[in-house]
């Protein structure tokens, strides 16, 4: 990939699911594992985005965040439901499906059963992002980077995974991420042996 001298270079970060820092949670009630987080300059470092990882335990309800835009993603345990007295239609979680919502509603989880492991994002609301689940299969298949950020979250199994870029790692295991920033246009190929699924987060920061 060829590099425009006036832009940043591409940058490439790998995190697995015990790297990162904790970070209590803003109730008390509990923490999370910080896997890449990312601020923006010159405005008291506002957070800008960040993926994070958290064991639920037991009903509870969740910090306000207003003015930020959050997703959550079941990633094993038991299920759960998201109330957000009137703001929205309450939610139930599925394993490994995205779910999009306000940081700044009132929230409320109700855990039933077994503690439950979550994926979180949350993003400045000036950001643009969207997401996805891949399901990369024997064949590969070609994915261009869109926006400034790429996040790639293993949800189950192992994707290869292969580019121009340098990259720290050649395949991606359920619960491991890559981070790729500054690399609009560059292609990865991803492939698997076996059933796997990987969820993308493409970001688009305002200026």
């Known amino acids: 990939m060829n590099h425009d001298p006036s832009k940043p270079r591409p ?21 999370s594992r910080e896997l890449i987080l990312r601020t923006t300059p010159g405005k008291c470092d506002r957070l800008l985005w960040r993926m994070s990882t958290t064991e639920i335990l037991g009903s509870s309800a969740f910090s306000t965040y207003t003015g930020f835009k ?5 990633l094993s345990g038991g299920t759960f439901t998201l109330d957000f007295f009137g703001d929205a239609p309450s939610h139930t979680m599925a394993r490994f499906e995205p779910f999009d919502f306000d940081g ?33 299969g024997v064949s590969a298949s070609s994915h261009r980077l869109m926006g400034d950020a790429v996040l790639l979250y293993a949800l189950q199994g192992t994707v290869r995974i292969a580019s121009d870029l340098a990259l720290p790692v050649d395949a991606l295991t359920a ?6 920033e500054h ?18 987060f493409s970001f688009a920061v305002q200026r």
């Open 11 to 31: 940058t490439v970060t790998f995190a697995g699911p015990q790297d990162g820092r904790e970070i209590p949670w803003g109730n008390g009630g509990g923490a």
């Open 70 to 74: 959050r997703t959550i993603t079941l």
């Open 104 to 136: 700044g509603w009132k929230t409320h989880c109700h855990l039933p059963g077994e503690a439950a492991r979550v994926l979180n994002v949350m993003t400045d609301e000036t950001v643009e992002y969207s997401h996805d689940v891949l399901t990369p």
């Open 175 to 180: 619960g491991e991420m890559l981070a790729v």
């Open 183 to 200: 690399a609009k246009g560059a292609l990865l190929e991803m492939t698997s042996h076996a059933p796997s699924k990987i969820l993308r």
